[in-house]
T-cell receptor, first 111, second 115 residues
Framework: DAGITQSPRHKVTETGTPVTLRCHQTENHRYMYWYRQDPGHGLRLIHYSYGVKDTDKGEVSDGYSVSRSKTEDFLLTLESATSSQTSVYFC??????????FGPGTRLTVT | DQQVKQNSPSLSVQEGRISILNCDYTNSMFDYFLWYKKYPAEGPTFLISISSIKDKNEDGRFTVFLNKSAKHLSLHIVPSQPGDSAVYFCAAGPSNSNSGYALNFGKGTSLLVTP
């Protein structure tokens, strides 16, 4: 399995609070991605990174920001969490255009 | 707008029989296709892929077929086993991206293989 971890694995937070999710990889892969999974929607891309400090928006980027200051870490921040951001968040990594390897996920509940 | 569509939310198959999961796409720029399998409380795991230069790719019990003219692909699992019970996601993307290679996922098909 690809060396990819996510923290925290579970989090409950209140509306309006900032939240940061961390994705850490030990594979030295160039590309990193953040997805959210919701019932009836499958996996939707939030943001992705194609190198240190190189990021771009995905399909559902509103309300989210990301940062990648080093190869191994990709942070997803919700500046002011809303109930619509309650979801399961998955980080993924890849070294080429092909297979992406996913982390175990973070279940976020915004009350 | 959903560019990758899995129109069957669920499928039930008897153990030993063939499971056929279908996927349609709308973006003609997509030329690389993947299937992922997901168990509850785990991240998706890569299963099998196919590029547009092929129409079939096989890996053990899993075969993916691609019909480019119809913008359709399917995953065949033969024979199906109870351990195959999971949600299967179809994903697609363009191989000529000059930045990230973001994948577009379908909504998933939940497969149940009964003994």
């Amino acid at each position: 399995d690809a060396g990819i971890t996510q923290s925290p694995r579970h989090k409950v937070t209140e509306t309006g609070t900032p939240v940061t999710l961390r994705c850490h990889q030990t594979e030295n892969h160039r590309y990193m991605y953040w997805y959210r999974q919701d019932p009836g929607h499958g996996l939707r891309l939030i943001h992705y990174s194609y190198g240190v400090k190189d990021t771009d928006k995905g399909e559902v980027s509103d309300g989210y920001s990301v940062s990648r200051s080093k190869t191994e870490d990709f942070l997803l921040t919700l500046e002011s969490a809303t109930s619509s951001q309650t979801s399961v968040y998955f980080c993924a990594i890849s070294s080429n255009i092909y297979e992406q390897y996913f982390g175990p996920g973070t279940r976020l509940t915004v009350t | 707008d959903q560019q990758v569509k899995q129109n069957s939310p669920s499928l039930s198959v008897q153990e030993g029989r063939i499971s056929i999961l279908n996927c349609d796409y709308t973006n003609s720029m997509f030329d690389y296709f993947l299937w992922y399998k997901k168990y509850p409380a785990e991240g998706p795991t890569f299963l099998i892929s196919i590029s547009s230069i092929k129409d079939k790719n096989e890996d053990g019990r899993f075969t993916v077929f691609l019909n480019k003219s119809a913008k359709h692909l399917s995953l065949h699992i033969v024979p199906s086993q109870p351990g195959d019970s999971a949600v299967y996601f179809c994903a697609a993307g363009p191989s000529n991206s000059n930045s990230g290679y973001a994948l577009n996922f379908g909504k998933g098909t939940s497969l149940l293989v009964t003994p």
